[in-house]
């Protein structure tokens, strides 16, 4: 069986890659619960048909979010709702990092 053969059953989805910048020292975005829960709320929305990938860089002060799907419109919009929630929770100041909730005025 020739490697043309194993790939023809492959899909490939769409697959959108954010980079977030942030100050080191700022705190940890991704322990958030905010955050977890839009990414929470996204994995669930593309089930078994997409995935999603939130880290923080090893080489530079950046959170990667990546988002693959069937659709790319929404792949799109998933992967800027998780950017957003990111950029959201480094806009506060650091000890609301530390919280569990977010202030009530986000």
Do not use: Y
């Amino acid at each position: 069986m020739s490697l043309h053969d194993l790939c023809s059953g492959m899909k490939m989805f769409p697959q959108l890659l954010v980079n977030v910048r942030f100050t080191e020292g700022s705190g940890n975005p991704l322990e958030n619960e905010h955050v977890k829960a839009v990414t929470a709320e996204v994995e669930a929305a593309l089930g078994k048909r997409g995935r999603v990938l939130l880290r923080k860089s090893g080489t530079e002060p950046l959170i990667r979010v990546m988002v693959e799907g069937e659709h790319e419109d929404q792949v799109h919009e998933f992967a800027h709702r998780i950017a957003e929630a990111v950029k959201s929770v480094l806009a506060l100041p650091a000890k609301w990092l530390k919280r569990r909730r977010l202030p009530p005025f986000l």
